[in-house]
């Protein structure tokens, strides 16, 4: 069955540095987001993606993140400068349309010392 | 506001045991209805969906439904299994053209020997 691939599983990063998560979407699917959830909350969404454009984002996707899908296939989330409250597990997810096929990645833990 | 609430926070059962999970939610534009099985540490793993004209569903041993007049969905599972234990969260689609998924904060189910 396809599946949605985030690398690192787990990052370690100083306050103040840059991060980049990486996920490879399912082949054929359209529309790609990152969400998170810090330990013992609820996931919450970041942002869509949708033709090399966002199209929807949280308000917690303020300007210290960006996403991009630099080559067709792999789809990244930067954290500019990280703080600590970015502490927490980012998921990436993909559908390829329609109401259904939503596939979440494994997830990178992000820890912020 | 767009909230999804679940109960009871956490469970316990003994395995072979049926349990019943709640879910209220006042998200809109509604598209569709998910819940999802979550293992700690690892990604939502997507158990049943459910859209607007649909009153049941059922995957294995776990049966949802969905009230949308009440805006209320359950999740049943029948003769639990050990490995039954994981978050149960009750997710909520929006219809706002890119399917953005509202999350509820789960039910933490354990099912003991």
């Known amino acids: 069955e396809p599946e949605v691939t985030q690398t690192p599983s787990h990052q370690v990063t100083q306050m103040g540095q840059e991060v980049i998560l990486r996920c490879v979407p399912i082949s054929n699917h359209l529309y790609f987001y990152w969400y998170r959830q810090i330990l013992g909350q609820k996931v919450e969404f970041l942002v869509s993606f949708y033709n090399n454009e966002i199209s929807e984002k949280s308000e917690i996707f303020d300007d210290q993140f960006s996403v991009e899908r630099p080559d067709g296939s792999n789809f990244t989330l930067k954290i500019r400068s990280t703080k600590l409250e970015d502490s927490a597990m980012y998921f990436c997810?993909?559908?390829?349309?329609?109401?259904?096929?939503?596939?979440f990645g494994s997830g990178t833990r992000l820890t912020v010392v | 506001k767009n909230q999804v609430e679940q109960s009871p926070q956490s469970l316990i059962i003994l395995e072979g045991k049926n349990c019943t999970l709640q879910?209220?939610?006042?998200?809109?534009?509604?598209?569709?209805l998910r819940w999802y099985k979550q293992d700690t540490g690892r990604g939502p793993v997507s158990l049943t969906i459910?859209?607007?004209?649909?009153n049941t569903k059922s995957n294995g041993r776990y049966t949802a439904t969905l009230d949308a007049d009440t805006k209320q969905s359950s999740l049943h599972i029948t003769a639990s299994q050990l490995s039954d234990s994981a978050s149960y969260i009750c997710?909520?689609?929006?219809?706002?053209?890119?399917?953005?998924?509202?999350f509820g904060t789960g039910t933490r189910l354990l099912v003991s020997p």
């Open positions: 997710v909520v689609s929006q219809n706002t053209g890119f399917q953005k998924l509202v």
């Open positions: 879910c209220n939610y006042t998200v809109s534009p509604f598209s569709n």
């Open positions: 459910m859209t607007f004209s649909e």
């Open positions: 997810a993909s559908i390829s349309g329609g109401t259904k096929g939503y596939t």
